[in-house]
C-alpha cells in the first residue's frame, strides 16, 4: 500500500513540475516565434524590456536581487522583460498580499498583553533598546514578560519534550511546519493529536505544500479532518509561473493552549531526530517558551490559519490569561518576532544585524547555509576587523551541493577579514542560532541565505540574558569540538572552480 502510494504521489508532482516546464516552453517558443517573424514585435519586446530594467532599478529592492534580474533580462532582451512581468507581477500574488495586510492589521494589536515590559526592559538592559525598540514599536513584536525559555538540542531532546507538552495540553494544539514525514517523528506526534481531538481540543495543522512535495499525499488534508485534526496547505503549490511560488512557509511552530510554544530548526520528520541517517548525524536546535511570549507564537499561527482558510476568527477567545494573572516567573528578557517576505521590512535579517553591530567581544553563529548580500558581509566582516571574535559554523556534509559550493565561495572574503570558519564533521547541521557576549541570542527558522531572508515565512525569538542564552553558547563551544576549522589555504580552488562560484554567487538569489 505504501509503495503503491509513493508511486501515486510521485506521479502528481512530476506532472505538477512537466506542466510548469510545458508553459515555459510554449511561452519562450510563441515570443520568440513570433517575434522572427516580426521585426516590429522584436523591437517593442526589447524596449518593454528597458523599461522593465528601469523599474526594477528604482526598486526599492536587494541589490543583489535587481542585478541577477537585470542581466537574466539584458541577456534574453526579447523574452526577459516579459517573463520578470508574468513571474513576478501577477494578480494571484497581490490579492494574496491584501488578504495578508488585512490580518496583520487585525492581530497586531492583540500581540500587546504586556505594555508595561518594554519600559522595564530598557531599564534592564538600555544597551539593547534599539533592538527591542524596533521589534515592538515598528515590526509589531512586544517584549514579554513572564516567560521562561528552555534550549533544546538536538532534534531528539525537541521531541520528548514537545510529546511531553502534547500530552499535558488541555484546550488547543495548533501546529504550523515546513516539512512533514511519515515515519517515528510525526507517527508519535500524530497519535497524540488523534487522542487530543477525541477528547475535544481544537487540533489544527498547517504544512507547506512545497516542503512536503514528494513527502505527503494531495488529499492528506481530508485523511487528517477524518480523524478530528483540522487541516490546511499553505500556498498550495501549482504548475502557474508566479513569484508567489516562492514565498514558502518555512516557520516550525508548535504552541499548546497559548502557555507554551516551540520554534527552531526542527521539522516533523525522522532525519531531524537521527531516527533515519540522510547526511550523518543532524545537528539541530529549537526553543522552549513558557509563559507570556507563547501567546505571540499562538497569534502568529493563527494569521497564518487566516490567511490559509481566507477567514476571520476571534483571537480572543485563545487569549489563556483572561480570567488569571500568568504565574510564570520571569526569566530575562524575551521577544518573539516573525518575518514575512510580503512587507518590505526584512525582519529576520535587521535582529541578526543588530546583534552584530553591538557584539563588544563575541558573535558564535550557528547556519546551514552563508548565502549572503553585502550589507550582511559588511557587517560581519567590520565586526571581525574591529577585534570581536567572529565564529561561523555550517555543515561539512551537504543537502545541496550548489547551495554547499555557494555558500563555500564566501569563505575567502570573510576568513581575508578575520572571521572564522568551521564546518561540523559529523554530519549536517541545520540549527539556526545566533549567540553573543553572553547576554544575547536569538533561536529560530531563518537560515542566512537570500530564500529565508528575504522570500520566506519565518519566525525566532530574541533572548537577552535567559537561561538559555548560556545553553547555547556551552552548545555551540561543544559543538566547536565536533569541527574542522577552515583556513585561507583550503580555499584555494583552481581558476575554474573559482570562477563557477562567482557565476554561482550572481544567481544566488534564486538559490
Sequence with gaps: MKKKWLRRLFRRRVFVGLLILLQLAVILYTVWGVSAYSAPLAILLRVVSGFVVLYI???????????????????FPVFGGLFYLLFRRSNSAHVFCRQLQTIEQTARPLFFDSRGALGQAAQQAPECLPQMWYLQEYAGFPVCANTQTEYLTPGERK??????????????????????????????????????????????????????????????????????IKCVVFNPFRPALTSLQNNRDHRKIAVIDGEVAFTGGINLADEYINAIERFGHWKDAAILVRGQAAWSFTLMFLQMWGLCCNLQEDYEQFYPWRERACAVESDGLVQPYADSPIDSENVGEHVYLQIINNAKSYIYINSPYVII?????????????????????????????????????????????????????EGFLHAKTF??????ATVGTTNL?????????ECGVWLYKTRSVMQIKEDYLQTLTRCQQILLSDCSNGPLVRLFQEVLRVFAPFM
Design 159 to 228: 521531541f520528548q519534550r514537545l510529546c511531553q507538552e502534547l500530552k499535558q495540553a488541555q484546550h488547543y494544539i495548533f501546529l504550523e511546519y515546513f516539512i512533514i514525514n511519515d515515519g517515528v517523528m510525526w507517527g508519535t506526534v500524530l497519535d497524540i493529536l488523534i487522542e487530543k481531538a477525541a477528547l475535544g481540543l481544537d487540533v489544527r495543522l498547517i504544512y507547506d505544500d512545497l516542503g512536503c512535495f514528494l513527502r505527503l499525499p494531495e488529499d492528506y488534508p481530508k485523511t487528517l479532518e477524518k480523524l478530528g
Design 449 to 457: 541565505d537570500f530564500r529565508s531572508l528575504y522570500l520566506h515565512f
Design 373 to 425: 548580500d553585502d550589507s550582511m558581509t559588511s557587517a560581519l566582516t567590520l565586526a571581525a576587523k574591529s577585534g570581536i571574535d567572529v565564529r561561523i559554523v555550517t555543515p561539512h556534509r551537504w543537502d545541496k551541493w550548489l547551495v554547499h559550493m555557494t555558500t563555500r565561495s564566501y569563505y575567502r572574503e570573510l576568513l581575508r577579514a578575520g572571521v572564522k570558519i568551521y564546518e561540523y564533521t
Design 435 to 440: 549567540v553573543s557576549d553572553d547576554k544575547v
Design 57 to 75: 532599478l528604482m526598486k526599492r529592492e536587494k541589490a543583489a536581487y535587481k542585478l541577477t534580474w537585470v542581466m537574466l533580462i539584458l541577456t
